[in-house]
């Protein structure tokens, strides 16, 4: 590991200015994923600001019927909360599909957002990565990639986003609230927050450096049912070959409202906007989540190894769909 200054911040916007005058600066709440790239010399930052001490680790209810998640609040610990258990599930269950227990007690909702991704060619200093090392090359491209995106990748990067959490919080409507090192805050659609590789991978968020996330909020929790499922190579430990979030409104036999995103597959949370309004206003039906999840993949490209996915996300949407709207009805 190369050698490093650490200091511990004292507020929020003290955090956010310390790394800000130093490009090389990064926030540590968890570590459990820049610590691994640390000690790979992936990441080699020179100086280290300390955010786990904050006041960001509450969970609260919103004026508007929502909840406010500090950006500290641990995964265990949002998982368990019986306001998430109760009113947004889908939260609940990607949580717990996620990492294992000794992880889930120390990442952070914020640092959850912002890992990193899991491509084996990022993790491997040896070979070519634009992610990595702008300019060098997609060795997945060619490579072993039955791990990697067959949605929104581009030539120069076929990576995707590891994260549970924001898969479910991308159906949810969640949104991401920042500050700057002016003092200045900003609220960002966890839509927005990440950006496709296009011809720069390396830069992952809209965030610039030293913006610090705070927090993220839930609206209200929405009508019908909500369901995460996760599929993957073994029960536990072990990142999504695909994923679906799934919020369904189904009573009366007809699904009145639809929000729908996918993990696994794309350089961040997918929300499949397309089968949304395949969905929306047809009758529950077997039919209708076939169309749903033909209009989600209609622009899915394999590269070989993952060829599998499209079809493997097709069938796992269609479940989902199904599943939620029959509890959605009973």
């Known amino acids: 590991?190369?050698?490093?200054t650490y200091e511990r911040a004292a507020s929020p916007l003290q955090a956010s200015e310390a790394v800000a005058a130093n490009p090389r600066a990064r926030f540590i709440g968890g570590g459990t994923n820049l610590l691994d790239l640390m000690k790979l010399e992936i990441e080699k930052p020179d100086h280290l600001v300390d955010i786990s001490r904050l006041p960001m680790a509450i969970i609260e209810d919103t004026a508007e019927g929502g909840l406010r998640i500090g950006a500290q609040v641990i995964n265990s610990d949002l998982a368990a909360d019986s306001r998430v258990r109760s009113r947004y599930p889908v939260l609940s269950q990607a949580l717990l599909a996620g990492a294992s227990g000794q992880i889930r007690n120390k990442a952070t909702t914020g640092g959850n957002l912002l890992q990193r991704t899991r491509c084996p060619y990022f993790y491997d200093p040896n070979t070519p990565c634009n992610k990595r090392e702008p300019g060098t090359g997609c060795s997945a491209m060619r490579g072993h990639n039955r791990m990697n995106?067959?949605?929104?990748?581009s030539d120069q990067c076929i990576s995707v986003h590891?994260?549970?959490?924001?898969v479910a919080l991308t159906?949810?409507?969640?949104?991401?609230?920042?500050?700057?090192p002016d003092g200045q805050t900003r609220s960002l659609p966890v839509t927005e927050l990440y950006r496709l590789p296009g011809t720069t991978p390396h830069i992952e968020t809209q965030l610039a450096h030293g913006e610090l996330i705070v927090?993220?909020?839930?609206?209200?929790?929405?009508?019908?049912?909500?369901?995460?499922?996760?599929?993957?190579?073994?029960?536990?430990?072990?990142?999504?070959?695909?994923?679906?979030?799934?919020v369904l409104d189904a009573s009366g036999g007809q699904v009145r409202t639809a929000r729908i995103a996918l993990g696994g597959i794309a350089p961040k949370p997918w929300r499949a906007v397309a089968a949304e309004q395949s969905v929306t206003g047809q009758q529950a039906a077997v039919g209708t989540y076939v169309a749903a999840a033909e209009a989600a993949l209609a622009t899915a490209q394999g590269h070989g190894g993952?060829?599998?996915?499209?079809?493997?996300?097709?069938?796992?949407l269609q479940q989902a769909l199904a599943t939620a709207a029959h509890i959605s009805r009973a």
């Open 306 to 316: 993952n060829d599998f996915k499209i079809p493997l996300a097709k069938r796992t």
């Open 162 to 166: 590891p994260s549970d959490m924001a």
């Open 1 to 4: 590991m190369m050698p490093f």
């Open 171 to 180: 159906a949810l409507d969640a949104t991401v609230q920042t500050i700057m």
């Open 215 to 246: 927090a993220v909020t839930l609206p209200p929790a929405p009508r019908g049912h909500q369901l995460y499922r996760k599929v993957r190579d073994r029960a536990s430990y072990a990142f999504a070959l695909v994923s679906v979030a799934v």
């Open 149 to 153: 995106a067959v949605i929104g990748a």
